[in-house]
């Protein structure tokens, strides 16, 4: 199948399943209502869709397709499928930004928490172009990565173990358990810029990371420009993860699964699964979301709880199944 | 005969040990030039500063004539190709896929075509679409070796090509870097098994604890004294019908 079609297909199924989250949710309508709100935005059932629902899941579309071209373009970069778009601590880094401006009281300001979390992200995503310059083997980032993560990790437990008030910390830990309950037009079109800016970074990178299928060395003298080309790839994939980040909270696996689901119909090509692996990171965002809404308990369940429940299990699968085809 | 690759001089160092001292050569187009030493010798630094993969602390590397310094890297892969001795593949990519590698500098039909073409050359036309981790570790070592010709440089720097293949395919893939080189290219191979270097080589380079010790044709590089001071080998070359042979036991 060629790209373009594939794009297409999977264009099509994201369509499908948007249109689905959209028409459905917790206040189940009639055929005349859902007529009602097609012909009359401004009606009560036009607004549940179209500045309550459609909103949120145009955010999820965009958070998932954010973690989905992420997770991809570290896993080409990294060489390692099981490569997420927090490998490298920027996902950690980024809730750190965002706790730190809730339990400064920030969060009255309107998109000071998500500023805060991208500048967590671009502080994060500076530190490991610096090291990626540096140290070029995928280990040594891998390992850098773990300790940012950790560190970021323990300065995020630090300010809860600071924070002067409850609220705040019931706030940061719903805040970090990631959600896109809430969110309106201005939040995706704002998310929509660093993501913008990142996936056109990741998909420059896109000729380097098939390079290196080869190895460090191999690519390094095979004509193009590596140098270059692993730092639009780290700073995207670090654009994409904080502006992911600052939209819906840390939202695990996601950015790991979604190119597996597609490895296989691009022939494991590290370039050519870029934009796949984004759609398919937004299919099964927007497919959370919808299960998190309609799941019927007490609270909603927040987005990330549910990507990890679904993604843990599918996680030791993957690994399991890696593991059997593993080769030297 | 114009020089393809001159090292003056050449240390490299890697942490605090120096891998590389005053290494100096020269190879011109039409020749192979075999890299031979004990494991741990050199020969593989000796490939790596010559390319700018490590940072020499003395002397200088030029590619036809220029400084590595002075070259941009798709000016530098015009000059050269590098067969990495590492053989790892990250991706399943199907060889074609693979072998396309070597051409950045041409739109994807024509690099696909080079790459087929390629294949064809190493005699793996048949593995154009299976992916490279679904093959035989010597199918593997063809599919890469049709990277290496796909860059169509003038110089070939081949480390280790024939590690861990089988007697039939350490054969061919000389032969295959035989006759680049009597296209016009420059060759250069490092390898473990002196016989196949004396029978393939037109000049040896001899490396031992960093420095090179011998240089010449292989009857000259590989003398009885040679063999028994770097290699530890009472041994020497002995002509036959398939080429020379060596003969040699442990000193």
Redesign the interface.
């Known amino acids: 199948m060629s790209l373009v079609r594939l794009c297409l297909l999977m264009l099509l199924v994201l369509t499908l399943a948007a249109v689905l989250a959209v028409s459905l949710g917790e206040t189940p309508f009639s055929l005349a209502q859902y007529a009602q709100a097609l012909s009359h935005p401004a009606s009560p059932p036009g607004e549940v869709l179209w500045t309550i629902r459609a909103p949120r899941v145009a955010v999820a579309a965009l958070v998932g397709a954010a973690l989905g071209l992420s997770g991809a373009t570290m896993q080409g970069l990294l060489r390692n499928p099981l490569a997420d778009p927090g490998v490298l601590g920027v996902s950690a880094v980024s809730g750190l930004g965002a706790a730190v401006a809730i339990s400064a009281g920030l969060a009255v300001l309107p998109g000071a928490i998500e500023l805060s979390a991208l500048a967590g992200a671009l502080v994060a995503g500076a530190m490991v172009v610096v090291l990626a310059a540096r140290f070029r083997e995928p280990e040594a980032l891998i390992l850098f990565g773990v300790a940012l993560s950790a560190f970021g990790g323990a300065l995020t437990a630090l300010v809860f173990n600071l924070s002067p008030s409850p609220v705040a910390t019931a706030e940061i830990l719903a805040w970090l358990m990631g959600s896109v309950e809430n969110r309106d037009w201005h939040d995706a079109l704002r998310a929509l810029v660093p993501m913008a800016i990142g996936a056109a970074l990741c998909v420059r990178a896109g000729r380097g990371l098939r390079m290196l299928t080869l190895g460090e060395e191999a690519a390094r003298m095979s004509g193009l420009p590596m140098a270059r080309l692993r730092v639009y790839a780290v700073a995207g994939s670090a654009l994409l993860t904080g502006a992911g980040v600052a939209a819906a909270g840390v939202i695990g696996f996601v950015g790991l699964a979604a190119p597996h689901l597609v490895r296989a119909l691009v022939k494991d090509d590290p370039k050519r699964i870029l934009w796949p692996s984004a759609l398919a990171g937004a299919l099964l965002l927007v497919l959370a979301d919808l299960a998190a809404r309609l799941i019927p308990t007490e609270q909603e369940l927040k987005l990330g709880v549910v990507t990890a429940l679904f993604g843990a299990p599918a996680f030791a699968l993957l690994a399991w199944r890696a593991s059997r085809s593993w080769r030297s | 005969m114009s020089a393809l690759w001159t090292l003056t001089d050449v240390t490299a160092r890697q942490g605090r040990k120096t891998v590389l001292e005053a290494a100096s050569l020269t190879v011109t187009a039409g020749e192979v030039v075999g890299v031979v030493g004990p494991n741990g010798a050199g020969k593989t630094s000796l490939l ?1 500063a010559g ?1 700018g ?1 490590l940072p020499l602390s003395a002397g200088e590397a030029r590619l036809s004539g220029r400084t590595l310094a002075e070259l ?3 000016a ?3 000059l ?5 001795q ?1 053989r ?7 060889a074609r ?2 072998a396309a ?2 051409a ?2 041409l739109a994807d039909e024509a690099a696909d075509a080079l790459a087929l073409d390629c294949l064809a050359r190493v005699g793996a036309a048949e593995l154009a679409d299976r ?1 490279v ?1 679904d093959m035989s570790g010597g199918e593997r070592a063809r599919v ?1 070796l049709a ?1 290496l010709l796909a860059t169509r440089a003038p110089l070939l720097i081949a480390d280790e090509p024939v590690a861990g293949l089988d007697t039939d395919a350490q054969l061919l893939t000389l032969d295959l870097l035989r006759a680049e080189a009597a296209k016009g290219a420059g060759v250069v191979v490092t390898l473990h098994d002196l016989g196949l270097a004396a029978r393939s080589c037109d000049r040896i380079i001899v490396v031992d604890h960093g420095r090179i010790v011998a240089e010449g044709p292989p009857r000259e590089a590989l003398s009885r004294f040679i063999l028994g001071h770097v290699f530890r080998l009472d041994g020497e070359l002995i002509e036959t019908r398939a080429g020379p042979v060596l003969a040699a036991r442990r000193a």
Request: no cysteine; proline share 9%.
């Open positions: 790596r390319l993969l941009k890297p798709d530098r892969a015009k050269v190709g590098y067969l990495p590492d790892r593949v990250a991706w399943n990519l199907p896929m693979i590698l070597g950045t500098d992916g981790l890469l990277r």
